[in-house]
Structures are given as structure tokens and as C-alpha cells.
């Protein structure tokens, strides 16, 4: 039945708690918790990198690079206008710093890990055996039955 039909049918106490317990199923299903523990900890990673920027990466450009107030006092200045392109420097570095990090853990260090586990060879069970041992003892004896036809592996 349509799910729509069916919440139109029933009492509007009843729609209340039949959307209510729906909610429910959707908000504390695994994936939902998992990814909100995700945007979390993304934020406060975002915040360190945001930090590690602004605090100690750009201002040693700074110091490097000529200028009166470090990274933050590069403008150019058209028809009296400010452009701060030194904010937005710091920015894409801070951006940068985040996409690699990024990279590095989700598609290295996270694809190691998933290499790892599927080279790690998990010993059959007794069933898997005995399914194993029939599987073969029927391909050999259709193998007999029929000697101008071979068995394909699939």
C-alpha cells in the first residue's frame, strides 16, 4: 500500500505516532548518527587547520614575503577600492592544507586499510568446506556425464 494512503487512513493521533516512530527509524539509524559524528569532527578539524593557517603558516609567509602586516596588509588598490588579496591567499592555502589532508586520509591512508583487510584471508567454516568438497564432487561427475561439454566456472 501507498505509504501516503496509508498515513491519510488513519486517525490523526495515530498519523502523529506513525510520523513520529518514522522519524525515529530515520534519525537513529547508523548511517544518520555516523555522518552527523562525521560533520562534527570534520568542523573542528576544519577549525585546527583554519588555526595552523592563519596562526603559523601565513605569518612566516609574512615574514618571508615583504609587506608591512604580513599576508593580511597585501591589497591592490584600483580607482580607491581595497582589494585584500592577501585574505583570500590565506584562504587557499588553508583550503589546500584541508584537501590534502583530506586526501591523504580518505583515499591513502583509508584505501590501505581496505587493501589490508581484503588480502587477509578468512579460514572457511566447516560449512563452507562441505559446500565446497559438493560443489566439486557434482562438477566432476557432470564433468564424466558429459565429456564434450566442459563445466564453465560460473
Given at each position: 500500500m501507498d505509504p501516503l494512503k496509508r498515513?491519510?487512513?488513519?486517525?490523526?493521533?495515530?498519523k502523529a505516532f506513525s510520523l513520529l516512530e518514522e522519524f525515529k527509524a530515520f534519525a537513529f539509524r547508523g548511517n544518520v548518527v555516523d555522518l552527523a559524528v562525521g560533520v562534527i569532527i570534520g568542523a573542528a578539524f576544519g577549525k585546527i587547520v583554519d588555526s595552523l593557517v592563519k596562526n603559523v603558516i601565513m605569518p612566516i609567509l609574512g615574514v618571508i614575503l615583504p609587506g608591512k602586516q604580513g599576508y593580511l596588509g597585501w591589497k591592490l588598490i584600483i580607482n580607491g577600492k581595497e582589494i585584500p588579496y592577501g585574505i583570500f591567499l590565506g584562504?587557499?592555502?588553508?583550503?589546500?592544507?584541508?584537501?590534502?589532508?583530506?586526501?591523504?586520509?580518505?583515499?591513502?591512508?583509508?584505501?590501505?586499510?581496505?587493501?589490508?583487510?581484503?588480502?587477509?584471508?578468512?579460514?572457511?567454516?566447516?560449512?563452507?568446506?562441505?559446500?565446497?568438497?559438493?560443489?566439486?564432487?557434482?562438477?566432476?561427475?557432470?564433468?564424466?556425464?558429459?565429456?564434450?561439454?566442459?563445466?564453465s566456472d560460473a
Open positions: 498515513l491519510e487512513s488513519l486517525e490523526p493521533a495515530k584562504e587557499l592555502v588553508n583550503f589546500t592544507i584541508v584537501a590534502f589532508a583530506l586526501f591523504l586520509f580518505i583515499v591513502k591512508f583509508l584505501g590501505w586499510i581496505m587493501r589490508s583487510r581484503k588480502e587477509e584471508t578468512v579460514p572457511m567454516t566447516k560449512q563452507e568446506e562441505l559446500l565446497t568438497e559438493i560443489r566439486d564432487l557434482v562438477r566432476e561427475k557432470v564433468a564424466k556425464a558429459e565429456p564434450d561439454h566442459p563445466v
